[in-house]
């Protein structure tokens, strides 16, 4: 099973190569991956309704305590079964959609990484995995919507998306970390076996931080402005991600952690007021919206509003109703995203009132859409009717029944209406010149929205078939306790069917009179731009701006001031510990043991630094340097360290030759700095090395203070088979040191690459032909970049 | 400014202090010596052909770019941390062959990592020096 979820991986990263061998086909062989998935998730289904949880695990992070488990119950198996079978119908679509899109490979292979990491999610049995599949789903997310990185707007919205649900996606970590703690295991199975958290301290904090991450995730008011932007996305991707799919995580997080988070008054206070705030305002949205794309995700909005606010209410009924509308609204969103998306690419408009009569045109396409509408709607027999009957069921059960159901009946009426709109406008009335002439969309986006209305349809003709394989073995699995969960069709009039009844009649009247509700509800409502978008903007401009302010204030540009800032911190930290804790006087024992060439040298290379600071010209400076160089290398002789000799030699010999080269370049030697700051810049030179100096007598009168160096001496020869023990610790007992070192040694050459040719060029006209002779250097460099990267 | 001799001399000192950059590299493990020292005296091998004659006569001596060695100098080094790992030992455990060459001792994996030293360290201080050497 293990093999299954990472199987999707593989199969992302193999996309481009079958894009390039399939090329007209890409689509449907891909699909096979989901399918075969599907095919395998399918023969798990006795055994999930039976009750049983299947599981597999292995250890990943041992020493984190996290581990690649698996945890497939009712609630998993639903996802998963929704994600790789409208996966699959998504990957044909998209063949069709984006036919002969340059970069059809890459998007195969984003859009083939989502499903993995959503199937990873789902079927996750570890908090910190499921984590890490969570913030997957949100980076493939971001490069999808992002795919037409060429419009500034796509970019936008994929960067909002990521930001908001990025941000959630953080709390969501220290949410799960706090459950992690309480319940003592991040093993689902463990976490949900050790029952409800409501007793303890960490409760209220862990609640918060989850619903942060899941209100994010599920576009929850007010996070939910993230959703009708991402519909520059193209179709298959909103299809999939940003209706049928991910949207649905948060939903899905709520469900799986409902025992333990659920079921208190604070849990079903929070969740029932952001769901229904959400419902109304998203449905409220949607009449409002022209863009058949965007009536879409605000009916969205308004269904995942609804799911929050189901699981917030928290009772069984509640909780087959959440089921049952999870699945019926998969299965009409997804068919009516797809065909949008084919009218949009068949017209070349998704505008409503720039479309009109196409079901002569497209009339397969048109029927998938009435057929899921009508579902949308909640008209009988499709599963749509029996999920707005439960709802109705449900509020009327929960907390607040007249506030809620009257809520309940407010948004479903908007949502039937803004279904009538996507489904009847585009399709009957009078056809409308549009910028291509329309025509039937090719098999392959046509499969996905006929088998989706038509499953709507069966669903709805089989309700002991959905109440016995579906919805029984999800709740089950959410509430932990076995039970029946059946749905059926009324056969007295209630109180539910009257208000279905209601809510159809007045859709009816809705649809008809579309336009003016639309502009009643425009004038009523302050709309998009005043919403939680506006503060999103501002805050995000306020970022910038301190970020701005900030780079200014701490980077100067000067080295010599980051050199400064960077001593002087050094010394107070260094010096202040040194002055507290060593005894003076001490420390300076064993000077009369200095050796007269010894002091020979000292001199040598005071003489040298003397020459080096009084300088007035750098070559000189540079010498002086280089005398203290080449000394402290003879004291390596002396001191019987021929290694550190002869690097010290060979260093010293190539600065000396590339101070040279860089002097060469420099402008006249001048003296620019005051008597007051030479004077600072003195006392802040003598005091770093005065603390250095102390700081080395420290370590040398400490005795016994490195067990290592014996360590080294004695396993040198047996253990790495050297004699030479500097080097030996080099290439093997510090070899990923020396592996790190090398590596920064490489990024500081491009570094310095980059400072030296790629800086702003001040004749751009006789430059032309350089920048062209450079063009393969730059490349080369690219290629180390990578080389490095690995 | 040319100097005919100093030219001349490095054209001669060049191979021979390349020769002995790969004799200290390789004796190394036993003796004072190593890849980032070799690596040191080749790159002042070919500093003072630069000196002597120029950037672009050393970019046509040095035998790969500057970037390709640093890049292969990299490999050398991670490919012989991974071989430990592909017989399922600990990454970078060294590994040591049963011949025995003269000079060298056993070859081995920290011999591979030590010339990937060598590569990197002269492939940095060669983009440098042309980097900072070369006319505009």
């Known amino acids: 099973m293990l093999l299954a979820v990472l199987l999707g991986f593989a199969g992302a990263l193999a996309a481009p190569l079958v894009h390039r061998a399939a090329r007209r086909f890409t689509g449907w062989v891909m699909a096979l991956l989901p399918l075969g998935l599907l095919a395998y998730l399918a023969s798990l289904l006795p055994r999930v309704v039976r009750g049983e949880t299947v599981t597999a695990s292995a250890a990943w992070v041992p020493s984190l305590g996290v581990q690649i488990s698996l945890y497939v119950d009712g609630l998993s198996l639903l996802f998963a079964m929704l994600i790789t079978g409208i996966g699959a119908l998504v990957m044909i679509y998209a063949g069709g959609y984006l036919k002969g899109h340059p970069l059809l490979g890459r998007f195969y292979l984003y859009i083939t990484l989502f499903m993995a990491s959503m199937l990873g999610l789902v079927t996750s049995g570890n908090l910190l995995a499921l984590f890490i599949f969570w913030e997957l789903t949100s980076i493939s997310s971001y490069l999808l919507i992002g795919w037409k990185h060429e419009e500034e707007k796509a970019r936008k919205a994929a960067l909002m998306a990521l930001l908001v649900t990025g941000g959630g996606g953080l709390a969501l970590l220290a949410g799960l970390v706090l459950v992690g703690i309480a319940a003592g295991s991040f093993e689902l199975a463990a976490v949900l076996a050790g029952g409800s958290l409501a007793g303890h301290a960490l409760y209220a904090p862990a609640l918060a931080l989850v619903l942060l991450g899941a209100f994010t995730k599920s576009a929850q008011f007010p996070f939910h402005f993230w959703l009708p932007e991402a519909m520059a996305a193209p179709a298959p991707v909103s299809t999939y991600l940003h209706s049928a799919t991910m949207v649905k995580a948060g939903v899905f997080l709520l469900a799986r952690l409902f025992p333990v988070l659920g079921g208190t008054p604070v849990w079903t206070a929070a969740l029932v007021a952001v769901g229904g705030v959400t419902m109304v305002i998203g449905a409220a949205l949607a009449v409002q919206q022209t863009d058949l794309k965007r009536v879409l995700a605000y009916t969205t909005v308004a269904a995942l509003g609804a799911l929050v606010l189901l699981i917030g209410i928290g009772t069984p009924g509640a909780l087959k109703a959440a089921m049952l509308y999870l699945l019926g609204h998969a299965l009409y969103k997804a068919a009516m995203f797809m065909a949008a998306g084919s009218v949009d690419h068949e017209t070349g408009v998704r505008d409503l009132p720039l479309l009109g009569g196409l079901r002569r045109a497209m009339p397969l396409t048109a029927a998938a859409t009435v057929v899921a509408g009508l579902s949308n709607a909640g008209i009988p027999p499709l599963v749509g009717f029996l999920a707005k009957e439960y709802i109705y069921d449900a509020t009327l059960g929960g907390p607040l029944p007249l506030l809620i159901t009257a809520a309940a009946f407010a948004a479903n009426v908007l949502v039937a209406v803004a279904a009538g709109m996507v489904a009847y406008y585009p399709f009957f009335g009078r056809p409308v010149e549009t910028p291509q002439h329309p025509h039937e969309a090719p098999p392959s986006m046509l499969i996905g929205p006929l088998l989706l209305a038509a499953l709507g349809l069966a669903a709805g003709l089989l309700p002991a078939v959905v109440s016995g394989y579906v919805l029984t073995p999800a709740v089950s699995a959410i509430t932990g306790a076995a039970g029946q969960a059946v749905v059926k069709y009324p056969t007295t009039l209630t109180t539910v069917l009257a208000l279905s009844i209601a809510t159809i009649a007045l859709s009816l009247v809705g649809v008809a009179a579309y336009r003016r509700v639309a502009r009643g509800l425009a004038l009523a409502n302050p709309g998009e731009a005043f919403g939680p978008a506006r503060l999103y903007r501002a805050a995000l401009d306020g970022l910038l701006w301190l970020a701005d302010r900030l780079t200014a204030l701490i980077q100067s540009g000067y080295l010599r001031v980051y050199l400064g800032v960077v001593i002087v911190t050094f010394g107070v930290v260094v010096g202040g510990t040194l002055l507290a804790r060593v005894p003076a006087g001490s420390l300076f024992e064993g000077w009369q043991d200095i050796r007269f060439h010894e002091a020979l040298l000292l001199g040598l290379m005071l003489g040298g630094l003397v020459m080096a600071v009084l300088s007035r010209s750098r070559l000189a400076a540079v010498v002086g340097l280089s005398v203290v160089g080449y000394s402290t290398a003879m004291i390596f002789v002396l001191f019987s360290a021929p290694d550190l000799a002869m690097t010290q030699f060979a260093i010293e010999t190539l600065t000396v030759i590339l101070f040279v080269l860089v002097i060469y370049r420099l402008p006249r030697f001048s003296d620019l700095t005051t008597r007051l700051e030479k004077a600072r810049d003195a006392l802040i030179a003598l005091a770093a090395g005065a603390i250095m100096t102390v700081l080395a007598l420290v370590v040398i009168a400490e005795p016994g203070a490195s067990r290592l160096a014996g360590y080294f001496i004695e396993n040198s020869l047996p253990l790495a088979k050297g004699r030479n023990i500097v080097n030996v610790i080099l290439v093997d007992f510090r070899g990923m040191d020396t592996l790190g070192e090398i590596t920064v040694l490489a990024a500081a050459a491009i570094g310095v690459y980059a400072l030296m040719r790629l800086r702003p060029r001040e004749h751009p006209d006789e430059d032309q032909t350089a920048q062209a002779a450079e063009r393969p250097q730059v490349e080369e460099e690219q290629a180390v970049v990578q080389e490095v990267g690995q | ?136």
């Open chain 2, 1 to 136: 400014m040319r100097s005919l001799i100093l030219s001349t001399a490095a054209r001669y000192l060049l191979p021979l202090l390349m020769l002995f950059s790969l004799f200290v590299l390789v004796r190394g493990h036993n003796e004072p010596g190593g890849g980032f020292v070799g690596g040191l005296v080749a790159a002042a091998a070919f500093a003072l052909y630069v000196i002597a004659n120029g950037v672009e006569p050393a970019r046509q001596v040095l035998w790969a770019r500057p970037a390709t060695l640093m890049g292969a100098g990299l490999a050398l080094a991670l490919i012989s941390g991974l071989v430990g790992l592909a017989i399922g030992r600990p990454f970078m455990t060294a590994l040591w062959g049963t011949a025995e060459i003269p000079a060298v001792g056993k070859p081995g994996t920290p011999l591979l990592f030590d010339v990937g030293v060598y590569l990197v360290v002269l492939g940095v201080v060669m983009k440098i020096m042309f980097s900072l050497a070369a006319e505009e």
